[in-house]
C-alpha cells in the first residue's frame, strides 16, 4: 500500500473518529475518492446520503430502529400478502365475498396484488439485467434473508410470485391468439426464467435481494412506484454495501440499502417523474443547463453540436438521470459517485461532469458527422474517469 494512501486513509479515520463528524471535512475528503479499506467508502456514503447522523453516539440505536422497521416493511408488504395467498385454496374462513380475488371493487386486497404484480414483473425483468457482465448478482448472497426464507413460513415469495404470475400471462396470450390447446403451462418455462439458474431453495442470489428492494420501494412510493432505470440506481448502492469488508454491516446490507436508496431518491426522483419534465426541478431543464454551461465553457463545441441538431436529450437524459450508472463499469461508477455525493450542491457536480465528458472529446466531434457523433455520445468511449472528474474539477474552479 503506497504511503499516499495509507495517509488518506488516516485523514479518513480522523475525520471519522470524532465524536461529531465534521461534515465539510468529510465532503472534501469524500470528493477526491474514497478508500474501499476497512468499510470506510460504505460509512461515508450512509453519512453522505444522510442515512447516519453526524453524532456518532446516535448510530447504533438508528441503525437497530432502521433495520427493525425494514424487517416490519418485509413481514407487512411480502410475507403477509403471500401467506394471504397461500391460504386462498386452503381455509376458506378468510375469503368472504368483500374479499375475494375476483371482486372488482378497487380497493379489494386482491386488485391490489395483482396491480403490484404487473410492477414486480417490471421490476424482475430489470434487475435480472443488472451489470450483466459481472458475476455478482447471479451469485448467492453469504445473508440470506432469514424472515423470507425460513422453511417455516409457507407462503409465496416475490420469486414464487413472479413465476406464477409468468405462466399465467403466457397461457392467456396464447389463448388469446386463438389456440384453443394450450400445452400445460407447468412444462414451458418462459425464456425468461430459463436464462438464469435458480438457486436452490435456502439461497438467494444478490439480484433477488435487489428486486425486493425495489418491490418493497414501489410499496411505500405509490405516486413514483417504480421506473425502469430505479435498477440502475440502486445496483452500486447495493453492491457497495454488499461487499463491505465490514461483516457486521455487511450482513445489513439489504436494509442499508433500501433507506440510503430511498434518501437517494428523493434527491432525484423529480428526473423519473414525468409530468415534472419542464419544470424547473424537472430533467428538461436539467439537460439544458449541460449546454448552457458547455456555451459558457466550450462555445465552438456548442455550436457544432447545435448545427447538427443534436439534442441533450439524445444522451444527456441517460447521463443524468441514471447519474452515469450506464456509461463506465461499475468501480468507475461507484468512483464518480464518491464525488457526486460529496458536492454540497447535490449533482450540480454532475453537470460538470457531463459538461467534462463533452470536452474531453471536442476534437472528434468536431470532425464527426451526426451519425458519428450521436453513436460516440451513446457510447462514451473515454474510460479514464479520473481524466473526467479531474477536468470537471477544473471548469468548477473556472466559474
Same mark, same amino acid.
Given at each position: 500500500?503506497?504511503?499516499?494512501?495509507?495517509? +488518506? !486513509?488516516?485523514?479518513?479515520?480522523?475525520?471519522?473518529?470524532?465524536?461529531?463528524?465534521?461534515?465539510?471535512?468529510? +465532503?472534501?475528503?469524500?470528493?477526491?475518492?474514497?478508500?474501499?479499506?476497512?468499510?470506510?467508502?460504505?460509512?461515508?456514503?450512509?453519512?453522505?446520503?444522510? %442515512?447516519?447522523?453526524?453524532?456518532?453516539?446516535?448510530? @447504533?440505536?438508528?441503525?437497530?430502529?432502521?433495520?427493525?422497521? %425494514?424487517?416490519?416493511?418485509? $413481514?407487512? /408488504?411480502?410475507?403477509?400478502?403471500?401467506?394471504?395467498?397461500?391460504?386462498?385454496?386452503?381455509? *376458506?374462513?378468510?375469503?368472504?365475498?368483500?374479499? &375475494?380475488?375476483?371482486?372488482?371493487?378497487?380497493?379489494? *386486497?386482491?386488485?391490489?396484488?395483482?396491480?403490484?404484480?404487473?410492477?414486480?414483473?417490471? !421490476?424482475?425483468?430489470?434487475? +435480472?439485467?443488472? %451489470?450483466?457482465?459481472? #458475476?455478482?448478482?447471479?451469485?448467492?448472497?453469504?445473508?440470506?434473508?432469514?424472515?423470507?426464507?425460513?422453511?417455516? =413460513?409457507?407462503?409465496?415469495?416475490?420469486?414464487?410470485?413472479?413465476?406464477?404470475?409468468?405462466?399465467?400471462?403466457?397461457?392467456?396470450? *396464447?389463448?388469446?391468439?386463438?389456440?384453443?390447446?394450450?400445452?400445460?403451462?407447468?412444462?414451458?418455462?418462459?425464456?425468461?426464467?430459463?436464462?438464469?439458474?435458480?438457486?436452490?431453495?435456502?439461497?438467494?442470489? &444478490?439480484?433477488?435481494?435487489?428486486?425486493?428492494?425495489?418491490?418493497?420501494?414501489?410499496?411505500?412510493?405509490?405516486?413514483?412506484?417504480?421506473?425502469?432505470? /430505479?435498477?440502475?440506481?440502486?445496483?452500486?448502492?447495493?453492491?457497495?454495501?454488499?461487499?463491505?469488508? =465490514?461483516?457486521?454491516?455487511?450482513? &445489513?446490507?439489504?436494509?442499508?440499502?433500501?433507506?440510503?436508496?430511498?434518501?437517494? /431518491? #428523493?434527491? !432525484?426522483?423529480?428526473?423519473?417523474?414525468?409530468?415534472?419534465?419542464?419544470?424547473?426541478?424537472?430533467?428538461?431543464?436539467?439537460?439544458?443547463?449541460? %449546454?448552457?454551461?458547455?456555451?459558457?465553457?466550450?462555445?465552438?463545441?456548442?455550436?457544432?453540436?447545435?448545427?447538427? =441538431?443534436?439534442?441533450?436529450?439524445?444522451? #444527456?437524459? *441517460?447521463?443524468?438521470?441514471?447519474?452515469? @450508472?450506464?456509461?463506465?463499469?461499475?468501480?468507475?461508477?461507484?468512483?464518480?459517485?464518491? @464525488?457526486?455525493?460529496?458536492?454540497?450542491?447535490?449533482?450540480?457536480?454532475?453537470?460538470?461532469?457531463?459538461?467534462?465528458?463533452?470536452?474531453?472529446?471536442?476534437?472528434?466531434?468536431?470532425?464527426?458527422?451526426?451519425?458519428?457523433?450521436?453513436?460516440?455520445?451513446?457510447?462514451?468511449?473515454?474510460?479514464?474517469?479520473?481524466? !473526467?472528474? $479531474?477536468? #470537471?474539477?477544473?471548469?468548477?474552479?473556472? $466559474?
Amino acid at each position: 500500500m503506497s504511503r499516499l494512501h495509507q495517509s +488518506r !486513509i488516516a485523514d479518513f479515520q480522523e475525520v471519522l473518529g470524532e465524536p461529531t463528524v465534521a461534515l465539510t471535512k468529510l +465532503r472534501e475528503l469524500c470528493f477526491s475518492g474514497i478508500p474501499f479499506d476497512g468499510g470506510l467508502r460504505c460509512l461515508c456514503w450512509k453519512i453522505l446520503l444522510n %442515512y447516519l447522523p453526524l453524532e456518532k453516539a446516535l448510530w @447504533s440505536s438508528l441503525l437497530k430502529k432502521q433495520r427493525d422497521l %425494514y424487517s416490519q416493511f418485509l $413481514k407487512e /408488504m411480502i410475507i403477509q400478502p403471500g401467506i394471504a395467498k397461500a391460504n386462498l385454496g386452503v381455509s *376458506r374462513e378468510d375469503v368472504t365475498l368483500e374479499d &375475494h380475488p375476483l371482486n372488482p371493487n378497487p380497493d379489494s *386486497r386482491w386488485n391490489t396484488y395483482f396491480k403490484d404484480n404487473e410492477v414486480l414483473l417490471q !421490476i424482475d425483468k430489470d434487475v +435480472r439485467r443488472l %451489470y450483466p457482465d459481472m #458475476a455478482f448478482f447471479q451469485r448467492p448472497t453469504d445473508y440470506p434473508c432469514l424472515l423470507i426464507l425460513d422453511p417455516q =413460513n409457507e407462503f409465496e415469495t416475490l420469486r414464487r410470485r413472479v413465476e406464477q404470475t409468468t405462466l399465467k400471462s403466457q397461457t392467456v396470450a *396464447r389463448n388469446r391468439s386463438g389456440v384453443t390447446n394450450v400445452s400445460s403451462p407447468l412444462k414451458t418455462t418462459p425464456s425468461s426464467l430459463s436464462e438464469y439458474e435458480v438457486l436452490p431453495n435456502g439461497c438467494e442470489a &444478490h439480484w433477488e435481494v435487489v428486486e425486493r428492494i425495489l418491490f418493497i420501494y414501489a410499496k411505500l412510493n405509490p405516486g413514483i412506484a417504480y421506473v425502469q432505470g /430505479m435498477n440502475e440506481i440502486v445496483g452500486p448502492l447495493y453492491y457497495t454495501f454488499a461487499t463491505d469488508p =465490514n461483516s457486521e454491516w455487511k450482513e &445489513h446490507a439489504e436494509a442499508d440499502t433500501f433507506f440510503c436508496f430511498t434518501n437517494l /431518491m #428523493a434527491e !432525484i426522483r423529480d428526473n423519473f417523474i414525468k409530468s415534472l419534465d419542464d419544470s424547473q426541478c424537472g430533467i428538461t431543464y436539467k439537460m439544458e443547463k449541460v %449546454y448552457s454551461t458547455l456555451k459558457e465553457k466550450d462555445v465552438e463545441l456548442y455550436l457544432k453540436l447545435q448545427e447538427q =441538431n443534436i439534442k441533450p436529450q439524445f444522451f #444527456a437524459f *441517460r447521463w443524468l438521470t441514471l447519474l452515469l @450508472s450506464q456509461e463506465f463499469l461499475l468501480p468507475d461508477v461507484i468512483r464518480i459517485w464518491d @464525488s457526486l455525493f460529496a458536492d454540497d450542491k447535490r449533482f450540480d457536480f454532475l453537470l460538470l461532469v457531463c459538461c467534462a465528458m463533452l470536452t474531453l472529446i471536442r476534437d472528434q466531434l468536431l470532425e464527426g458527422d451526426f451519425t458519428l457523433n450521436m453513436r460516440m455520445l451513446q457510447d462514451y468511449p473515454i474510460s479514464d474517469v479520473h481524466l !473526467i472528474l $479531474k477536468k #470537471a474539477k477544473e471548469l468548477q474552479d473556472s $466559474k
